[in-house]
Each structure stands twice: as structure tokens, then as C-alpha cells.
DNA sequence: GATGAATGAGGTTTCATTCAT
DNA sequence: TATGAATGAAACCTCATTCAT
């Protein structure tokens, strides 16, 4: 028998690093010039191997675009991790939420890159792809939690939806990324500088609060997006 | 019998009707395909017109993007026409305006299409356009007024950022068009059904006023999705 | 009957202006791209009329060459013009040709540039143009009664042939000019500077003179290149 | 049995071997054809590989050309050797480089055909390229060289530009190859015959050596043009 | 005679993909 | 598993030419 390299089959190792490596690269690549503008031959490059390893792995562009998809969302449920606002208050949870996703698109572009691009498709691709649309699921569970806790507490009003509420606290944060250059460009200023944002996302999290509120219920106090300057409303 | 056409300098009405079709189907092929993604050949067969007199009257499909990206500005001019908000009560008038600027997105996909394949060139055309950035101009005057009204009768708060309210007002409604398909997929229905767009556009308006609300102010009476139902607060 | 503009058929006198007008633009253009390259849209522009004019007028690029090459022809023949010759002592004669030969290539690059250009078409189209062959005659005959003349008096070696002679004179002359780019890139300095201009016309009409001299003849006196030196040596 | 090939790294060999064949037919078709005129399509069926193949090896057109270029020169250089000439005469050795030129520049048209399109261009390729002005050094050496001994034994003139030579040197063959088709029409006779080229050949060589020779020294016997009459002078 | 619009054939170049090793 | 060479379909773009006026 041939030589057997200890602890694991020839090549293996190596391999899922290739893979990842790709992955890694492609994402990028499909972050910078959308699915059709990306080059397979650059991203190749960018994950530093042959372009016929990517085929090898992949199959076609059009799979690969489908593992960069499915890395995204898996970012994007990290991101939104429910878990650690099961226990907070109805409103600050709420708050945290939106202020959380939004800093999450600030941080991972790709995410808002790649949702774009497959928009343009219809969706095509997610459509088929089965696992995605369970990583919604404790989202929203933690959503109508915080929803249910607070209107028994009778501090947020009585009609809100939660896929409109989901919808429109990551909008709020998706387009300021989303159109991150265009703005900068209209405003002539960076959009991403600190200040900026940091009042922006101060912004996020009151609007998201102010719209729950119930009818009769006590204004509360208000955060600013600078910690050391709290109430100074 | 021939209808007989009008005397006129011979060709320039027809290169001007021309040049107007092209652009009409570069918009269209832009929204649905991205600018990697368009074919010029599909453009101009859908123009009605040989691929060679696009190149005669936009030299490049960079330069046809510019021109398509233009038209699509002019359109968000239009469709926010602030004008109209000038003598409305001011919240009625902020609400007005997100909600028009929702429906507008809804109106002409093609907005959101183009404007976030340009922001994943990273305005690199529109940075270009001086015309471009002008165009928010008035419509940053009306915010302007509006907000000073309603500070000045005590119903806003005062700390509000223009801009900022802006980015907001337009993300409520962008995202929910920009990513339409793949929130369809994972909701499992339409989101253009016109139920679920107007329980939407709702909470766009609300979400606006009760974020704008002044602390001390009496919280007005809420205005349901349904035009029928309207009543003047 | 229709008013009729005194003197002329109506337009004649323009078409013909407009005719030399695209003839100039070109030549200008063959010369400067070849046939290939040349553009028949940038040479209606040059020429400050609509492209379709070009047609009207010579119906195809190729008509428009032989048009062009006609034309450097002329002026070959006309630069070349052997009827100052006639009268001079042999040796100064064949010295005044080559050296205007190398001035009329330098004078008009174009000549140069063109003639490139049929020979690279194995001169197809000159081939066809019987015209061409006869503005050589005039010039052969000048040549051979300079030729005669010289054998006559005794200065002239005997056995030069007209036609071999004039294609070494002319050789002198061509070669400084048609490579004056890449000579100027080898030589890292411009080869029509004046100085080295006029240094290299005396080395032509030198070489020519030399050739001829018979084997017993005394060296005649050497004419430099500057005038004013002039029977320094 | 199949013909065993050589171990080998896969594909190197032949991607060298079809880089070679590729600039091969580079030449043949810019030479027959210029720059402008060259068809990608042809020389790519010429060298039996895919139009894409060229590209991926060269680039694009111009920078075809430019290796084409290259060929060229590496060309001349060879023929125009000059090693050969060190221990000649001084006279002998002229003669050799000016009918070795214009034995090397009938031998090569693609020479002279890519001299013309390059000057067409201005030398804008070659000024570019360092490598190839280099490429003088060795023979301007030889002529100093020559020049230099011919001096000190007193059979040359003193005033004798060792560039200025080279120019007329080369011109006498360059004129009549670079212009073979045009004259072949104008004088009804193949400028390549074998008798008309050998007759042209010593008259380059005669004239040459004639400009070279000092004012007082003796004049050498002359050359005949046929190989099988030479004598040693 | 003259124009400006328009065309279609064909040019260079790109690129996802395949294949032999 | 991995590579580097190679392909062919199709992309963008050019340009001589035609045509209605």
C-alpha cells in the first residue's frame, strides 16, 4: 500500500482550505461587481489558485454565486442574533435590534451587495434554496416575543405587524449603506464618517421606539447616539 | 392614401424619437440586468433600431448608463415634487412625503435598480454629473421648511437632522422595493399585494410623524392605510 | 426658365471647391494612417463637409485613394521638374537632382507615406492608372541627356544605368525621410533638425557625384551643405 | 505504437510553441497587410489557434505588433552583422554592409513593410521599447571602426558622419525594396529579377566605397556585380 | 449637390468553461 | 486535487456605405 499520510486522506485538508479560500474571494469579487460583472479569472487570483480549481469546486459561476449567497445569509443571521434580547426590555430590545442591523451593514457590505444583485434576479437563485428561508425563523420568533411582552405591558401600541416591522427597521439602516455612494457624492461629505453615523443610528433606534409606543403611554427618555452625552435632552 | 407627414428639417424629429426609444430601452434593460449584465444587442433590438446607431447617439454603453441614470433622477425629481407639500400642516406633510416617496420606489422599480447598481460602482458616473446633485436641492428646501414649521408650532422635536430624516423617509420605502423578491421568497407571498402594501405604506407615514412628535406634544389620532378612511387631523 | 447665376452652371464652382477640399483632407489623412486606417469620417470632418459628399464625389475609399495618389504624383512630378536641369554642367545637374529630390521628400512627407502604402498593396491600384507611368518619361529623358552629356566630356564613368541610377538617387533621399521616426528614436535626437538636414543633403548630392565620376577625371571641388560655406574646402 | 513524447511540464512546451507561431503569422500578416489593415481573425487561423489564444498571449492588437516589432529588429541586427567586417579592408568592408543590407532587406520584406507602418505611427511603439535602439550599438561600432581604419591609412575622407553614412547606406537599399511594386509598374519590368537586382547590388557597393575615397588616393578597380568575376582588389 | 440619419457587416476583445496532464 | 493551455460563443464597438429629403 502506498504511503498514508497520518490522520487524515491525502489532500483533504488542503482542499476545504481551497474551497474556503474561494468562497472567501468570491464573495468579495460578487460584492464588488455584482454577478454578472464579476470575473472568475480575478477571483481565482484573488483566492490565489488555478482558474480551473474554482470549476472543479464550484461547477459554474452561477453555483458559486449560489455558496456566496448562502455565506451572506449565514452572516446576516449571525448578526441578527436574537438570542441575547429575549430578556431585555420590550423597547430597549426593539431599539438594539435596529441599531444592531444596521451596524451590521455597515460592517458586511457584501450582505447588502449580494441582496441587491440577487433582487435583480427575481430571486432566482434563493428561491431554490430551501435553507435560507429558515434562517428567518428565530428572528421572528424573538420579534413577536419582543412585540407580545410589550404590548402586555402596555407600552407599545396594539396593531404592529412584524414582517412590516422587520421590513421597515432594516430598511432604515440597509439604504444608508445600500447608498452609501450616491449620498456621499449628493451630500458631498462621507457618509461613513463616525459622527455621521453614529447620529444616524441614534435616529434608528428612536424611530423604531417612537413608532411602537403606545397611544397613552409616558414618552420615554430618549438615547443619543453618544453615550457620554445621554440625557441631555 | 399616404398620411402626409409634417414639414420639417429632414431627419432631426426622427434621431430625436430615436434617441428617445434607445433610452427608454436602456432603462429598461439596465433595470432588469444590471450594467454588466445589459446587452447592448437586446437594447437596441428592443429599441427598434440597428446597435450601431446606439453607439451613433451615446458613443458607449458607459456613456448610455450616464444618460439612463440621468433620466432615472429626473424621475425622482418628479415623483418627490416638493411643491406640494409647501402649505400642508407639517406632519401631514412629512407623512405625505414618505409615503409618496414609497409609492414612488413601488412606481418605477427602476429607480432602485439603477441607483444600486451605481452605488456598487460607487457613484462613480453620477460623481461625475454636477446636474445630478442639484436635484435634491428643492427638495431638501421643503424638508427645511417643513421642519421649521414645526418646531416653530411646538408639534416636532427639535433636534432633527435633515438629512438624516431623509435617509430614513426613503430607506422605509426602498428596501421593502429593492428587495421585494427575495423578501417574497422568504415570507412566502407577494409583497406587492396591494393589501400588504398599503398595511406597509401605513406604518411608512406613521413611523415618520411619531419619530418627528415633539416630547410634550398630544399624540395625534392615527390614519389607517386606506385612503377611504382618511380624516383630517 | 429658372434664374440663372451668371457665369457658371449653379453649385459647379462650389462642387468643384468642395471636391478639392475632401481631396485635401485626404491625402492629408491617407498620409497620416495609411489606407486602412484612414477614416472616411474624420476626413469629411477635416474637410468641413458631410460624409455623404465624400461619396457623391468619389463613390468608394479606394476611388478616393487612387484620387490621392494621383494627386502625390503630380507633385512628384512637379517637384522632380527636369527642365532646370537641362542647361547645367552634368555633374552639378545629378547633384541639384538628388539633393532636390531629398528636399521635395522632406517638403512632402505625404508623398513618402502614400507610396508606402500602394507598394504595401503591391501597387494595385497605381498599376491600373496609366497615367502615372507617363509622368516618369520627362524625367528619364533629363537623366539621360545629363548622363550623355557627362560620358561626352569625359567626367562621367560609363557604365551607369539611367534607371538603376535614378532609384539610388532617389533611394538617398526617401530613406532619411520615410524613416524619420524611428531613426529619430534610434539616434535618441530629430532628424530634421536643420544642421543635420543639410549636412546629409550635402553627403546626397556627394554620393551621387562620386558614383559618376569617371575612374580618370580629377575630383572636382566638394560643395558642402551650408551655401555661405561654400568653396571652403 | 504511438510516438512516446518527452516528460515534460504539461502545456509549457507547447505554449511556447504556440506563442512562436502566433508572432510568425504576427509578421506575415502586418507585413502584407500594416498595422490598421491586419486582421486578428487571419493571422489567428494563419498560426492554426483560436482567436482568443492570440490575445491571451499578446494582449491585444498593438501589443502584437509591438513583438512583432521586435522580431523585426532581432532580424536585422542579424543581417546586418557586423562581427564579419572587423578584419576586413576598410573599403572591402563597406561595400560587404551595404550590399549585405540590401541582400538582407530583399531577403526580408516584412523589414521594410513593418519600418514603414511603424514610421506611419511615429515610432510611438518603438520609442517604448529600450531593448531596441541598443541594437545600433554594435553595428555603429563597426562602422566607426571601418571609418576610422580607412581614415588612418589615408584611402578615406576625413569628414565622413558615421550616421549620415549609415542613413545613405542603407537608403540605396531600402528605396528599391520598399518601393519594388511601384516601380516594377512605372519601368514594366520585375525590379527583382535576378539580373536587375545583381547590376543594383554593385552599384550600391560602387557608390558607397566612391563617396568614401579620399581626395588624392587612387582609384580602387571596380567590382562588377557578378559573384563569379570578383577579384580581390 | 448636399445633408444627417441609419444600417449591417465585420472588427477587436472578453470570458466562462473544458481538457490533457 | 490541481494546473495551465486552449477554445468558442458572444460581447462591445467601428466604419464604409446607403438613403430619404
Chains 1, 2, 3, 4 share one sequence.
Not at 459554474?60 to 441575547?84: C, M, N, T
Not at 420615554?220 to 453615550?227: D, Y
Request: glycine share 8%; charged share 25%; net charge positive.
Amino acid at each position: 500500500m502506498a504511503v498514508a499520510r497520518q490522520r487524515r486522506k491525502p489532500g483533504t485538508r488542503d482542499a476545504a482550505l481551497a474551497r474556503d479560500a474561494i468562497l472567501d474571494a468570491a464573495v468579495r469579487e460578487f460584492a464588488a461587481r455584482g454577478l454578472a460583472g464579476a470575473r472568475m479569472d480575478a477571483l481565482a487570483r484573488d483566492a490565489g489558485v488555478a482558474k480551473g480549481l474554482v470549476f472543479h469546486h464550484f461547477g459554474s459561476k452561477e453555483e458559486l454565486w449560489k455558496a456566496a449567497l448562502e455565506r451572506i445569509y449565514a452572516l446576516l443571521r449571525a448578526g441578527q442574533d436574537a438570542d441575547a434580547l429575549g430578556t431585555l426590555d420590550p423597547a430597549e430590545g426593539m431599539r438594539r435590534l435596529a441599531r444592531g442591523t444596521f451596524r451590521l451593514f455597515r460592517a458586511h457590505p457584501e450582505i447588502v451587495a449580494l441582496m441587491n444583485e440577487e433582487n435583480l434576479h427575481r430571486a432566482r437563485h434563493v428561491r431554490a434554496m430551501p435553507r435560507i428561508r429558515a434562517l428567518y425563523n428565530p428572528l421572528f420568533a424573538t420579534i413577536e416575543d419582543l412585540l407580545a411582552r410589550g404590548r402586555a405591558a402596555g407600552v407599545f401600541r396594539a396593531d404592529v405587524d412584524a414582517t412590516a416591522l422587520y421590513i421597515a427597521l432594516a430598511g432604515l439602516g440597509y439604504f444608508y449603506c445600500a447608498n452609501r455612494w450616491t449620498l456621499s457624492s449628493a451630500f458631498a461629505g462621507d457618509m461613513f464618517a463616525p459622527r455621521r453615523v453614529a447620529a444616524y443610528e441614534a435616529l434608528v433606534g428612536d424611530m423604531v421606539v417612537a413608532y411602537l409606543r403606545a397611544p397613552g403611554a409616558a414618552a420615554p427618555a430618549r438615547r443619543s447616539a453618544l453615550p457620554a452625552r445621554r440625557r441631555r435632552e
